[in-house]
């Protein structure tokens, strides 16, 4: 069974209404694809009882980043190498990225000083 046009127009009213409503709307950063995803429930017959779900997209975690960052040195130095093989060689990197700055970060950490034990010089 097919929705006729006003039925998908109300649906649609209907969701724009309940998203109009939701609190992340202004954060969402793609509009487009908002609107997207609304049409498309509405045409599919979800109306404003269907739960409309705004996900943000989250910041990339540090491993997405070094991949992001790797990725193109490892395509210049290993040219013929196909991908599963690149994506192995970068996480080889990564572990030992990441235990290099956990041994830093050991490094850097400061033992912690109370002030009643600190002595004054004249």
Do not use: C
């Not at 609190?23 to 950063?29: A, G, I, K, T, W």
């Amino acid at each position: 069974m097919s929705l006729t046009n006003t039925e998908i127009a109300n649906n649609m009213i209907a969701l724009l209404e309940k998203a109009k409503k939701h609190e992340n709307l202004d954060d969402y950063p793609n509009p487009k694809q908002l609107f997207s995803k609304i049409a498309k429930m509405a045409i599919g017959g979800k109306d404003d009882k269907s739960k409309l779900v705004i996900k943000l997209n989250k910041e990339p975690t540090p491993y997405q980043l070094f991949v992001k960052e790797k990725m193109p040195e490892i395509m210049i130095t290993y040219p013929d190498i196909p991908n599963n093989e690149r994506m192995k060689k970068i996480s080889i990197m990564w572990k030992s990225f990441k235990t290099t700055q956990t041994k830093q970060s050991k490094k850097t950490k400061q033992p912690k000083n109370n002030s009643e034990q600190v002595e004054e010089t004249n």
